[in-house]
């Protein structure tokens, strides 16, 4: 979802449901083992089936779909701030909101759960989205937020700077690109959910991407254009590094036969007092002497 205070590069991401469509028929086909990412990240919450749930940056509805399955009887809204994706999503548009994560459009203490899946590290000021989601939040609920780690796609990190050294005047003194997720990602989003929530529990899911081809490999990395081609040098065109990433592709496939790439992803389940901190809290304050 892009924020209030999103950049050109996050808006034009977004203006269409292209980039998530990409991403998620990849992951569909390539990915090993084939797992459900969406589903997965559900799955770290104990549903009872009677929350009432907000899905910040709900996009097109990629988690509704699962979550309903599951859970048919949860009371779901969602609110994102790209009308187009708002459009393409399955829920009734009573229950969907165009709206910012840092001032969200609903009343104190009104959801059991609060869901922020890959969307955080686009915010401007994410710790004033924290703040507004625990204002939403009932003092028992759960947040729960996916992103990738920092040490995601490693081998495509390598492939990417090694094109912009040779493309680049300043050659091995270009400072590798930073990842999307670098202001909310597994390990430092950890220690931002501590800064308002009582306890946090991370969930790892590693996995493969294994291309046997060198088009929907370089299909999944333009599908990140927007995102990413900001920080090149300024004496690197994204065409002239996708020439190159093609060139070291079509090369390791024919020495290695496929192309693997390591994606390193996951959720954060936080919370003061509800679902898996409750008893932990309760005995905590049993033990404080009267």
Same mark, same amino acid.
């Given at each position: 979802?892009?924020?209030?205070?999103?950049?050109?590069?996050?808006?034009?991401?977004?203006?269409?449901?292209?980039?998530? @469509?990409?991403?998620?028929?990849?992951?569909?086909?390539?990915?090993?083992?084939?797992?459900?990412?969406?589903?997965?990240?559900?799955?770290?919450?104990?549903?009872?089936?009677?929350?009432?749930?907000?899905?910040? !940056?709900? !996009?097109?509805?990629?988690?509704?779909?699962?979550?309903?399955?599951?859970?048919?009887?949860?009371?779901?809204?969602?609110?994102?701030?790209?009308?187009?994706?708002?459009?393409?999503?399955?829920?009734?548009?009573?229950?969907?909101?165009?709206?910012?994560?840092?001032?969200?459009?609903?009343?104190?203490?009104?959801?059991?759960?609060? &869901?922020?899946?890959?969307?955080?590290?686009?915010?401007?000021?994410?710790?004033?989205?924290?703040?507004?989601?625990?204002?939403?939040?009932?003092?028992? !609920?759960?947040?729960?937020?996916?992103?990738?780690?920092?040490?995601?796609?490693?081998?495509?990190?390598?492939?990417?700077? @090694?094109? &912009?050294?040779?493309?680049?005047?300043?050659?091995?003194?270009?400072?590798?690109?930073?990842?999307?997720?670098?202001?909310?990602?597994?390990?430092?989003?950890?220690?931002?959910?501590?800064?308002?929530?009582?306890?946090?529990?991370?969930?790892?899911?590693?996995?493969?991407?294994?291309?046997?081809?060198?088009?929907?490999?370089?299909?999944?990395?333009?599908? &990140?254009?927007?995102?990413?081609?900001?920080?090149?040098?300024?004496?690197?065109?994204?065409?002239? &590094?996708?020439?190159?990433?093609?060139?070291?592709?079509?090369?390791?496939?024919?020495?290695?036969?496929?192309?693997?790439?390591?994606?390193?992803?996951?959720?954060?389940?936080?919370?003061?007092?509800? !679902?898996?901190?409750?008893?932990?809290?309760?005995?905590?304050?049993?033990?404080?002497?009267?």
């Amino acid at each position: 979802m892009p924020p209030a205070e999103q950049d050109d590069p996050i808006r034009r991401y977004y203006a269409t449901d292209r980039n998530l @469509r990409i991403l998620e028929e990849t992951y569909a086909k390539y990915c090993v083992p084939r797992t459900d990412f969406a589903a997965w990240t559900l799955d770290t919450i104990d549903w009872t089936g009677d929350e009432v749930v907000l899905d910040i !940056g709900a !996009g097109i509805g990629s988690h509704y779909s699962r979550l309903i399955k599951a859970q048919p009887e949860v009371e779901y809204y969602a609110v994102d701030l790209s009308p187009n994706l708002l459009y393409k999503h399955p829920c009734a548009a009573e229950r969907l909101a165009f709206g910012d994560a840092l001032v969200l459009p609903y009343a104190d203490d009104s959801f059991d759960v609060v &869901m922020a899946n890959h969307v955080l590290y686009h915010l401007a000021d994410i710790d004033t989205c924290l703040a507004e989601i625990k204002r939403v939040l009932k003092p028992d !609920g759960r947040v729960l937020a996916s992103t990738d780690s920092l040490h995601t796609t490693p081998e495509l990190q390598v492939l990417i700077r @090694r094109a &912009m050294v040779l493309l680049s005047e300043n050659g091995a003194q270009v400072q590798p690109l930073s990842l999307p997720c670098h202001a909310f990602a597994l390990e430092n989003g950890t220690r931002i959910l501590a800064r308002h929530f009582y306890a946090v529990v991370r969930h790892d899911l590693p996995r493969q991407l294994v291309f046997d081809a060198v088009e929907p490999a370089l299909e999944y990395l333009e599908s &990140m254009r927007d995102l990413r081609q900001h920080d090149l040098p300024d004496d690197v065109s994204w065409d002239d &590094m996708m020439l190159i990433m093609q060139q070291q592709m079509s090369q390791l496939l024919q020495l290695l036969g496929t192309l693997e790439i390591n994606i390193a992803c996951g959720a954060l389940v936080a919370s003061d007092r509800g !679902g898996f901190i409750n008893e932990f809290v309760q005995r905590d304050q049993a033990s404080v002497p009267q």
